[in-house]
């Protein structure tokens, strides 16, 4: 037998298992190792968090831990004062461990750079300086559109510093989705970079960001960091370059106290519609739920552990698990540029063989993909350190559970499959490692403190093992407080369902005869592409602007490799086919509008779409088509005769460069 086939043997014979434990050694070392925490959690969940928050330091001392009389505008720990900075970084320092490394940054060429708690705090200190000098205060937006570099991670503690909430985009969004966030969120400020790298190849960024951002009267200050040495202009008066700037700084700036509920910072995510939602994130809630649920359910030993994430910090993920989670436990974080293949498909495994990397978080997607090149990438590197992995993003199929299990973590390495999302801030279903037994392709259960139920469209729970609605059923710290900007909105979206305290989802779910949580995908517009969430309405709006176009529908289509893949239906002005060049301008033509990330794989030309006699696009249908099953119901269509006309139209499979 080759080593393939062996492998392929292997993980077959791993599938037959139900359940995989964690080992002796690893228990006997858990911060946590019974579920004694979820009884005591379960007794009285505010005596409870209460006692988790007390873990931070606070200025001030809060007088009600929960504020439910205006549900759902839930508050928490308020009357108490603090400052996330000061507990990412100051109480740190002031505990004697300012030089242990808080970032091992490694660039895309290789570059390297080592920065410690007292280090970065420095850096913080001068950034916030820079963003107070230009009369950025308490509640003004700062927007920070910028590559996986530390300045980062310092101008979102810099930001939680003064009190200002961070609006960050994620890099590989466009230059026009930037302009949209900062038009909705009023930022008064901007932190950008010169150029960004991908794969050996350099972009503007600075000079995109120019050419959209005029006309944004309230963005006074743009912050530009100097990365890869691209030409842009500096508009006198509004920019600066970031190192001459922090240089120029005043080296000390006290870290603000803030009110539990101030915001800390919004995140743009899509939702049903069109415009993206602005999630808003409190302060002193949101870092107990972080820092709670990283320190227990990564099994966090600062002083030994060498945390890797591969997420990017534009996302949630980014937000709770590289910034705020590990930086406020004081952990060591490995951060890195790139690309998972560049310069070469086994670089994630030689920063773990490099920095020890003891935990490692990733996304489904990322594993197939490492599925796919192949177990030599990750044997050809030491991975012995490994002790824990972590998955987020997206359901993870068993398969590439079992592969993650065997070739990255060599048999030895629980995984934690951490269900969570943009909205609960925090980590919710999971298994604890040393604590609980674990099922590949189920998350698990609810943390301690936080209850989860799976629900008919009614709101009665349903019998175990049957497929219903996720809902959250008690609120937890880190929940989201409010769409930025959108009150009514935020009710509608999560809480009108099934009335507060019934926080709805939009996942769907069953969980089994042992409790555990298997969650199977959105049941709202929402596509998962690569664990990034993306809506369908606003792809196809995009597509809809697009000069040659007369409508769209997009749907989510199953892909082995992103889990989701975006599906384009479109009708063409004048009824007639597309041509490959058309296909290559639709697809530039959503890039530039909302990012690479959003370009449709598939784009089918249909000279009508599905709709019912109301005129309702009917997306299942097209789902049917586009995965070549059977048409569900279809008498309820206006003219049934459009879908035999669609099915023969599908013509192609774009293939998508990045
Ligand atoms: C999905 C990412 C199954 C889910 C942190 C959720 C998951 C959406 C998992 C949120 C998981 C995330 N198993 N599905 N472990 N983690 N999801 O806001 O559909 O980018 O609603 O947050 O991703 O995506 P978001």
Redesign the pocket.
């Known amino acids: 037998m080759t080593h393939a086939d062996l492998l392929e043997v292997e993980l077959e014979e791993l599938l037959r298992n139900e359940w995989f434990d964690p080992s002796e050694d690893f228990v006997r070392d858990a911060l946590i190792q019974d579920l004694s925490v979820h009884a005591e959690a379960e007794r009285d969940p505010i005596a409870w968090w209460e006692k988790q928050a007390a873990a931070l330091d606070w200025f001030e001392p809060w007088t009600q831990v929960l504020g439910d009389e205006n549900a759902p505008f839930y508050r928490w720990f308020e009357g108490g004062k603090l400052n996330l900075s000061h507990n990412c970084l100051d109480r740190h320092v002031a505990a004697g461990i300012g030089d242990r490394v808080a970032l091992h940054w490694h660039g895309e060429e290789g570059e390297s750079r080592t920065i410690t708690y007292a280090q970065l705090l420095a850096d913080v200190e001068r950034c916030a300086n820079v963003l107070k000098a230009r009369g950025v205060g308490p509640g003004d937006v700062v927007g920070i559109y910028l590559p996986m570099i530390p300045e980062v991670v310092v101008a979102m503690l810099a930001c939680a510093r003064i009190g200002a909430p961070h609006n960050v985009v994620f890099g590989g969004f466009s230059a026009e989705s930037v302009h949209e966030r900062m038009a909705f969120s009023n930022a008064s400020a901007l932190i950008t970079v010169d150029g960004a790298r991908r794969k050996g190849r350099t972009a503007a960024v600075k000079s995109e960001v120019d050419r959209v951002m005029d006309g944004l009267t309230h963005l006074e200050t743009i912050l530009v960091v100097r990365h890869t040495g691209t030409a842009c202009e500096m508009r006198a008066e509004r920019d600066l370059w970031w190192d001459e700037a922090l240089a120029a700084a005043e080296p000390h700036c006290p870290a603000e106290p803030l009110d539990s509920e101030h915001p800390l910072f919004i995140l743009y995510?899509s939702g049903s519609t069109a415009k993206p939602k602005g999630i808003e994130h409190t302060t002193g809630g949101y870092l107990t739920g972080v820092a709670w649920s990283f320190k227990h359910v990564f099994d966090l030993k600062p002083q030994t552990d060498v945390y890797f994430c591969t997420a990017d910090v534009g996302?949630?993920?980014g937000h709770s698990y590289i910034v705020y989670g590990p930086l406020a436990n004081g952990a060591t974080s490995v951060m890195y540029e790139g690309a998972p293949d560049y310069p070469h498909q086994g670089i994630w495994w030689e920063l773990c063989e490099r920095y020890g990397v003891t935990i490692f978080y990733t996304a489904?997607t990322a594993i197939r993909t490492c599925m796919k090149w192949g177990p030599e990438p990750v044997r050809a590197h030491d991975l012995s350190s490994l002790r824990l992995l972590g998955?987020?993003?997206?359901?993870?199929n068993p398969k590439a559970w079992v592969w993650y299990w065997l070739v990255v973590g060599g048999g030895r390495c629980p995984i934690v499959?951490?269900?969570?999302?943009?909205?609960?801030g925090q980590m919710v279903?999971?298994t604890l490692p040393g604590a609980q037994r674990m099922k590949p392709g189920s998350?698990g259960t609810p943390l301690p403190g936080m209850r989860a139920a799976v629900v008919d469209e009614a709101g009665r729970e349903v019998q175990r093992d049957t497929q219903g609605l996720l809902t959250l059923n008690r609120p937890w710290p880190g929940m989201l407080r409010a769409l930025y900007r959108e009150p009514d909105r935020y009710v509608s979206a999560y809480w009108e369902r099934f009335g507060a305290p019934t926080y709805f989802?939009?996942?769907a779910s069953r969980q089994d005869h042992d409790g555990y949580f298997w969650?199977i995908?959105?049941v709202d517009d929402?596509i998962?592409v690569s664990?990034?969430?993306l809506s369908t309405t606003e792809v196809e709006s995009a597509i809809v602007s697009h000069p040659k176009v007369a409508e769209a529908a997009v749907i989510g289509q199953s892909d082995e490799d992103t889990g989701q893949a975006i599906c384009a239906f479109v009708t063409l002005r004048g009824g007639i086919d597309g041509d490959d060049a058309t296909i290559e301008s639709l697809r530039d033509h959503v890039a530039q509008r909302i990012g690479k990330l959003a370009r449709p794989k598939r784009i089918i030309w249909a000279g009508d779409l599905p709709k019912t006699r109301s005129g309702k696009i009917m997306r299942r249908l097209l789902k049917d088509i586009a995965e070549g099953r059977e048409l569900g119901d279809i008498t309820t269509l206006r003219d049934p005769d459009v879908m035999a006309q669609l099915s023969a139209a599908i013509v192609r499979h774009g293939a998508d460069e990045d």
């Open positions: 995510s996302w949630i993920t489904p998955s987020v993003g997206e359901p993870i499959d951490t269900w969570w999302q943009t909205e609960t279903i999971t998350a989802v939009g996942d969650v995908g959105r929402v998962n664990g990034h969430r």
